[in-house]
């Protein structure tokens, strides 16, 4: 896990995605500027469509920008090759999705060792003591034979932390983490990635709930496609709903 | 209700034509294949001889005391027939010569002639469409000038004429009048066409000597006498000939046959083993239709929630599925016969020569009915499992899951039993076809001991009538030689009684002169052949020792005959420390007339699956006048250079200008007769060729439709794969290993039944599995790399996926 310190670790840039269709060009995100700090919990908010999912992809190197710039880790990383971008999510990155996105086929252990298993040159038994750990952080451990569709969604999603965690990333992204939980296990989500930052991880949290955006040390309110303030968020919100 | 379904049918097909396509073509081709080789066996094994009560009608087979087969002689078959008490008819025919028939259509024509007894159609119990049979007493001399037509030949030279019976035709020259016509269907020996029948009466050289087998013998058991008692009744006259005639009939053995059982015997084998390969093709057909019906059906289960939810019972959502079944079976129906009735127009002529009831071949509605239930079987088999599936799923968890819950391990353990599934009964298949066309391949490779591409070769029958009195090779042979001599392009000229390769098995026993007596029961039989001094040219045969024959030396007014033989009868016979050169057969009664070995010449094959038979040639010059007939029927050989089409016009005009009666027969390279000699192996290897193609192209669809599918249910795994760090090249490579997984199983699998089946294998094809272990590991590799290819189209899409777009979906 990356160390809590003040150093910038995400940097944007005016940065632009624009989706083209045959007749309609659709600008999901506008003139972007964005610095996250390692060990900072940011929470990214916002109406439905307002791009925060794209900016997620974004950070997460799953979608390349239209323009602008973006570092990581103070590198470039806006134009780089699919198997570049795979190799810095794999090490950097670390992923917990609305719908967990377990794999059925795989047991528990073998879905927290998935990204491990894409490192070169990591030995099996490093792999099993990162992938024990991981679990015994979200007490899971006991459950590591069992497949997903044996686990409650609460469980899942924590297996999903768990994957996310194995790897040791600089950064969890964690979209809508707690979308298709009830609100116990949703706050359990919660707690969890709560004592992950104190624990010195660096979180970026996509959540159109406020009772968990409240969760982060920080919070970014997107509108159609740009940052923008609470105040201003609040003031746009009411025009639209007028 | 069933209206409902059935219109609901229709129109699911209507909105996946795709779909529909490859099922019905899927059905089409594995059913069509197995209704083409129904077809066969239905006219080869199941359908009965076009006969009365062929169950009483017995083919009686006579063998040697050394334990070979052997016909009868005509004193012989004279003497069991009289004898033999248990049978209704036992009727003596040969079948060996053409008849040179002058017809009003098609002037002098060469036609398969049956000369027979006169009780031979008393044998059948087959009444005449026109006229009449053989009455008593015709096959005598001077009473046999009749003729009794096929109904092929009447139709065919004699343009169904009614009017034919009571006409005068000239038959080998002589004049005999056409007494009956056969009715459509009735043919004997059964592999015969557009035959003719007249009553035997041959000359003497035939009818005397007890120690003269050429007869070949049929009959019918009488009402309430079993098979097995007409064999003891048969045995029994033998017995007592044995002791009459010591000298010639000892030893001698019967064995009867239902006609039935000896004419299937060499088809029934391979046939039920090609039928169990088309089985296979089947299955594999049914598996590929049970994958796709199981891949649409996931894109289904939205829908069957919602009729499940609406009230829908599980019976019903089966009936409704069934019902999608069975009209997708229908249309593959239909396919099916279409391609049937394709293949079998195509393999027409194939299937003719190869089997001998090959002509019996055609649709009828047994098979239409069996083609129809096929399908209906396979689609019912491959529709029942994605029924019982579909109708029994969880429509609340189905409903939340947008359709899309069939990623789970069952299923994937499903979609690898399918492709393991075919890959293994395609590598059987793949397998015993290779073995086959390899046998194939080597017979046509084999040292025959001659070029048989260079080779032109034609039948030559003479009207008997024409040369009687006369020298028929120096009135006929040799100006037919020296023309053809003179053909541009012709290297050499000569004939010879039988064509190697098409015909063998005229042999007598062989003892050399001074060489203690010959063991009992061991064969000690030569072929014995009447050849040109221009054949070992024609062949290359090679002089080894010794000289050739001459006509300026070896003449019929020669005391004593003489002959070369060929190294393999030297081996035979003459041992070791003797000349073959200074050797003496002693097969006359009289010492001055035993037949001199003057030369020793190179082996040839005259069986292409034996080694070479020892054989002894005289020269045509020396058979004295009365023996000429021997020779009116001889194979004309011709080496040359060039185009055979630009020789074969000049062959006509030579035959024609030499004697304008002989009807002229299309000449073949003996290419083109070993062709023909391996025709039931070509069959062999054609058809399990087919199917093992078939059964691959139909395995690699399967295979490529239900990786296809695995990478579209498996979509947002792989993105998430992709999210957590997978590039593009290890998707690939996984998708592939999995593929290269369910292969080497599948192949496994495969060599393990193809070792298991080896007894059902080993009836068209025998194999040694150790030996032939490099040979199935190619094929092995080869099926691995096609089913590789076959997936990474699919595989690559699987490359391709968007993860972003993969996870937005989600």
């Not at chain 1, 609460?154 to 194995?166: D, F, M, N, S």
């Not at chain 2, 043919?187 to 007869?215: A, C, K, Q, S, V």
């Not at chain 2, 024609?656 to 023909?676: G, K, L, N, R, Y």
């Amino acid at each position: 896990m990356a160390s809590n310190g003040n150093s910038t670790l995400i940097e944007i840039e005016d940065l632009t995605k624009v989706f083209y269709t045959d007749e309609v060009e659709t600008h999901a995100l506008s003139g972007i500027h964005l610095t996250i700090d390692r060990g900072e919990y940011l929470a990214m908010s916002g109406p439905s469509g307002c791009g925060k999912s794209t900016l997620l992809s974004i950070l997460g190197l799953l979608d390349t920008p239209t323009g602008g710039r973006y570092q990581l880790n103070g590198k470039p990383v806006e134009n780089l090759s699919f198997s570049e971008r795979s190799r810095i999510r794999n090490q950097e990155i670390g992923f917990i999705f609305q719908s967990f996105n377990l794999i059925g086929d795989l047991t528990v252990e073998e879905n927290v060792e998935l990204p491990l298993t894409y490192r070169a040159g990591m030995p099996s038994a490093e792999r099993k003591r990162r992938v024990k750990e991981a679990l015994e952080r979200v007490n899971m451990a006991h459950r590591m034979r069992h497949y997903p569709a044996q686990l409650s969604g609460g469980q899942q999603q924590r297996v999903a932390v768990a994957r996310a965690l194995a790897g040791s990333p600089s950064i969890l992204l964690a979209d809508e983490p707690t979308g298709n939980l009830d609100s116990k296990n949703g706050e359990a989500v919660m707690h969890l990635l709560a004592d992950l930052h104190r624990e010195g991880s660096t979180i970026c949290m996509v959540t159109h709930d406020p009772r968990f955006a409240r969760h982060a040390e920080r919070e970014v309110h997107l509108f159609d496609g740009k940052v923008v303030s609470e105040q201003e968020m609040k003031k746009l919100e009411a025009e639209a709903e007028a | 209700m069933f209206m409902r379904n059935l219109f609901f049918a229709l129109r699911q097909l209507r909105r996946a034509p795709g779909f529909a396509a490859t099922v019905v073509l899927t059905l089409a081709l594995s059913v069509g294949v197995a209704t083409a080789v129904f077809c066969v066996i239905d006219a080869v094994i199941l359908r009965p001889l076009p006969y009365a009560h062929p169950d009483r009608i017995v083919d009686v087979e006579s063998t040697s005391r050394s334990g070979y087969a052997q016909p009868a002689s005509w004193e012989g078959f004279v003497d069991e027939r009289a004898q033999a008490h248990d049978f209704s008819a036992l009727a003596g025919y040969i079948n060996y010569f053409k008849a040179t028939v002058d017809t009003q259509a098609a002037g002098p024509v060469a036609l398969g002639s049956v000369e027979s007894t006169d009780n031979f159609f008393q044998v059948f119990g087959v009444n005449p469409l026109l006229g009449r049979t053989f009455l008593p007493g015709e096959d005598e001399r001077g009473r046999n000038q009749v003729v009794v037509l096929s109904y092929s030949a009447w139709q065919r030279y004699f343009d169904g004429d009614r009017s034919v019976i009571g006409r005068a035709v000239k038959v080998d020259g002589h004049t005999a009048t056409v007494v009956g016509v056969m009715p459509a269907g009735f043919r004997f020996p059964i592999n015969m066409h557009d035959e003719i029948y007249t009553p035997l009466h041959r000359d003497l050289p035939w009818m005397n000597g007890r120690g003269n087998h050429w007869l070949r013998t049929v009959g019918r058991v009488k009402d309430g006498i079993s098979v097995a008692q007409g064999q003891a009744d048969l045995a029994h006259v033998f017995s007592n000939l044995g002791r009459a005639y010591p000298d010639t009939d000892e030893g001698r053995t019967v064995h009867l046959q239902l006609l039935a059982q000896s004419i299937e015997s060499q088809s029934r084998g391979p046939l039920w083993t090609l039928l169990a390969a088309v089985l296979a093709v089947l299955a594999i057909g049914c598996v590929n239709v049970a994958g796709l019906l199981l891949a649409r059906g996931v894109q289904r289960e939205r829908e069957m929630a919602v009729r499940t939810a609406i009230g829908a019972g599980r019976a019903q959502l089966v009936r409704q599925l069934l019902v999608e079944g069975v009209l997708l079976a229908l249309l593959g129906a239909a396919g099916g016969i279409l391609l049937a009735g394709t293949m079998l127009d195509l393999m027409r002529a194939f299937l003719i020569k190869a089997l001998q009831r090959g002509a019996e071949i055609q649709m009828n509605w047994t098979v239409l009915a069996a083609a129809v239930g096929l399908a209906v079987l396979a689609s019912l088999a491959s529709s029942a499992l994605p029924a019982l599936r579909l109708s029994g799923i969880d429509p609340n968890r189905a409903l939340k899951a947008g359709g899309n819950a069939g990623t789970g391990r069952g299923q994937h353990r499903l979609r690898a039993g399918f492709i393991v599934t075919q890959i293994a009964l395609t590598m059987v298949l793949v397998v015993t076809a290779g073995l086959l066309i390899r046998v194939v391949m080597n017979f046509r490779h084999e040292n025959l001991g001659f070029d048989p591409a260079d080779i032109l070769a034609t039948q030559v029958n003479l009207s008997p009538t024409r040369y009687e009195g006369r020298d028929v090779v120096t009135d006929f042979y040799n100006p037919l030689f020296e023309r053809v001599a003179h053909i541009p392009g012709v290297r050499a000229v000569g004939a010879i009684s039988l064509l190697p390769i098409e015909s063998y098995g005229s042999n007598s026993d062989i003892h050399i002169a001074g060489q203690p007596p010959n063991p009992p029961n061991r064969e000690m039989l030569a072929e014995n052949r009447f050849v040109s001094t221009g054949y070992f040219n024609v062949f290359g045969i090679p002089l080894r020792r010794g000289r050739m024959l001459s006509p300026n030396l070896d003449r019929a007014s020669n005391p004593s005959p003489s002959v070369v033989v060929n190294e393999a009868f030297v081996r035979k016979f003459v041992p070791a420390n003797l000349d073959p050169t200074t050797q003496r057969i002693d097969d006359a009664d009289k010492e001055e007339n035993w037949t001199r070995i003057v030369g020793v010449v190179g082996n040839i094959r005259q069986d292409i699956y034996e080694p070479p038979l020892a054989e002894r040639d005289w020269l045509i010059e020396e058979l004295p006048a009365k023996e000429q007939p021997i020779i009116d029927n001889m194979s004309l050989v011709v080496r040359f250079e060039g185009s055979a089409a630009a020789i074969v016009p000049a062959l006509r005009n030579a035959i024609h200008q030499a004697d304008p009666t002989v009807p002229f027969i299309a000449p073949e390279t003996m290419s083109d007769v070993v062709s023909e000699t391996l025709i039931f192996n070509r069959m062999e290897g054609w058809l399990f060729g087919i199917f093992a193609a078939l059964a691959l192209v139909l395995a690699l669809v399967g295979l490529y439709g239900l990786v296809s599918h695995e990478v579209e249910q498996a979509t947002r795994d792989i993105g998430v794969r992709m999210a957590l760090g997978a590039t593009r090249s290890r998707i690939l490579a996984m998708t592939l290993a999995r593929v290269a997984w369910m292969l080497g199983a599948g192949v496994a699998v495969g060599l393990l039944l193809t070792v298991t089946a080896r007894k059902l294998i080993g009836v068209v094809i025998y194999f040694n599995a150790e030996k032939e272990a490099g040979g199935f590991a190619l094929l092995a590799l080869i099926l691995v790399v096609a089913g590789l290819l076959a997936a990474l189209l699919p595989a690559m899409r699987a490359a391709s996926i968007d993860p972003m777009q993969a996870l937005r979906n989600e």
